[in-house]
Structure formats: structure tokens, C-alpha cells
């Protein structure tokens, strides 16, 4: 692909906290220096206090950006916050209007950012936009491709049942994310609260059917069930439905098939997410 003919400066949001592996840490921050449309500058927050080795590879990988002319600006959170806490403190502090999200432990494919910036620049109507990932849990071995719908029509849909964009793939724009007041604390769910008071305020997402962001599978299936988890979707639903987001029969439907997420067994709920992508819910 062709260098991006794009002037518009944009900053990387990212936040860490102590019990990130130094080495996922490091390759996702290499990530960022590997593009072919580098940012101009990166925020990361550290939610807490970190371990020395973290502390050790953001200190070697901040000379390197420097090296690039790229700023590095951390943000030092007292104690541990969450992630909608600490994203809202990083995105206070970034200087330009664009801002890229990335998690500390997932690799940005090396264009990525091109074909951001190039998008958003031609579809001016667009705040947010996303892409496809790449799961994995051994780097080189792809596990799936987590796709999403495209279009702000598909999405608006989709968001009624489902989170609509892949949240380490996306890049915005400041002014509009802070118009709906931007991050709010919601454990596990920050992101998507975040789009439903987007698209309920008439603000457009995308998805681009291209693979952004390597994502490290982990143990996402395991992680999002539980009762507790169940509870705070709970709340989601009920927000969506203060928004005037979904209907009464929307809420009714979306909150059956939560349950049927979160509270199925461990073994089952894999089967269950493919099943509801393929049915676009």
C-alpha cells in the first residue's frame, strides 16, 4: 500500500496495569512503532502501580519513540481504577483529535493505522471506526477471525444485542467521543456503553473488513460469563434502554439472550458466541 497522504496528526491511547506480561507489553508497543503511518504521539496510562520489569520496558520503548519524534506522555494513576477510569484520564490528555485505542497486550497489524486515517479522511460522517482481529493464544497460529457487520445501518442493528466494534481496533475522534462524555466505568463493558450513547446521540460507526489488531484470545470466553458479568450486562440493557436505544421488546430480547451468554456453562459458551455472530445478534 502506498504511504498515506494524510496530515492530520492523531495519538494512541493504551493503558497497562501491574499484572500485564512485560513481553506482551513490549511487542504491543513495537506494534505501534512498526506502522507505515506512525502516530504522533502515545498515551499510556498506568492504572496503579506497575511492576518493575513493566516499568523497565515502557522506560526503553519511550527512548525509542522518542527517537522517532514520536511523544510519549504517561499518565500515573495512584492506585488501580479500571479501564473506563484510566482511558478517560489518557483520552484528557491526548493532544489530537484522532485518537487510536490499543491494548497492552495485542499487536496492531503494520497498515493498520494507514488505512485508518485514510477512511476517516474520506468519510467525514464517520466518529468511530473499527475493524476485524485475529485471535490467538500462540503467536503464528490463528485460532478465528472475529468479523463484524460494515455499515452504520448493520451496526446500528447489531448494537441493540451485541458490542459493535472490536475495541482494540478502533480509532476516533476526540471532540465527539467527549461530547457523550467519553469513558465511564461499566467493568468489562466501558467500550460498549461508550457506542450505545454514540449512536443513540445520532453519531456514526464503521467497521472496515480488513484485520487491524492481532488479539490474544486468552481466556475470553471464560471471562465474559458468570454471574457477576451477567449483572453488569444487566445494566447495560437497562442504559440502552434509559437511551431510548432499544425498544421494550428490543431490551426484552437482548436481555434473554444475555442470559443465555453469560450464565450458560463454560464448555458451551464458545458454541454460543459463534451461533449468535452468524444469526447477526
Known amino acids: 500500500m502506498r504511504e498515506c497522504e494524510v496530515s492530520d496528526k492523531f495519538s494512541v ?144 442493528k447489531y448494537g441493540k444485542y451485541r458490542n459493535p466494534l472490536n475495541h482494540m481496533t478502533v480509532l476516533f475522534r476526540k471532540k465527539e467521543v467527549l461530547d457523550v462524555g467519553g469513558y465511564k466505568p461499566l467493568k468489562g463493558l466501558e467500550d460498549y456503553y461508550l457506542w450505545c450513547r454514540m449512536l443513540s446521540n445520532g453519531y456514526k460507526i464503521a467497521n472496515i473488513d480488513k484485520v487491524l489488531v492481532h488479539a490474544r484470545l486468552g481466556n475470553f470466553e471464560n471471562r465474559r460469563g458468570g454471574f457477576e458479568y451477567f449483572k453488569t450486562y444487566i445494566k447495560l440493557r437497562i442504559l440502552q434502554k434509559r437511551l431510548k436505544y432499544t425498544n421494550l421488546a428490543e431490551f426484552v430480547v437482548a436481555t434473554i439472550l444475555t442470559a443465555l451468554i453469560t450464565l450458560s456453562p463454560k464448555n458451551l459458551r464458545g458454541g454460543l458466541y459463534k451461533v449468535l455472530r452468524k444469526s447477526g445478534r
Open 13 to 156: 491511547l493504551i493503558s497497562v496495569y501491574f499484572k500485564e506480561k512485560p513481553g506482551f507489553l513490549e511487542k504491543a508497543l513495537e506494534s505501534i512503532l512498526n506502522q507505515t503511518l506512525k502516530p504522533d504521539e502515545v498515551v499510556l496510562v498506568k492504572d496503579g502501580i506497575l511492576t518493575k520489569e513493566l516499568e523497565e520496558v515502557i522506560s526503553a520503548e519511550k527512548n525509542k519513540f522518542n527517537k522517532n519524534n514520536i511523544d510519549f506522555v504517561c499518565v500515573q494513576l495512584e492506585k488501580n481504577m479500571g479501564l473506563g477510569i484510566a482511558l478517560q484520564k489518557g483520552l484528557e490528555k491526548c493532544k489530537y483529535d484522532y485518537v487510536a485505542r490499543m491494548d497492552s497486550d495485542d499487536m496492531a497489524t503494520d497498515t493498520r493505522f494507514e488505512y485508518q486515517l485514510k477512511y476517516m479522511n474520506e468519510h467525514k460522517d464517520i466518529s468511530v471506526l473499527g475493524g476485524y482481529i485475529d485471535e490467538f493464544s500462540v503467536e503464528g497460529e490463528v485460532i478465528r477471525t472475529k468479523t463484524m457487520p460494515l455499515t452504520y445501518k448493520d451496526l446500528y
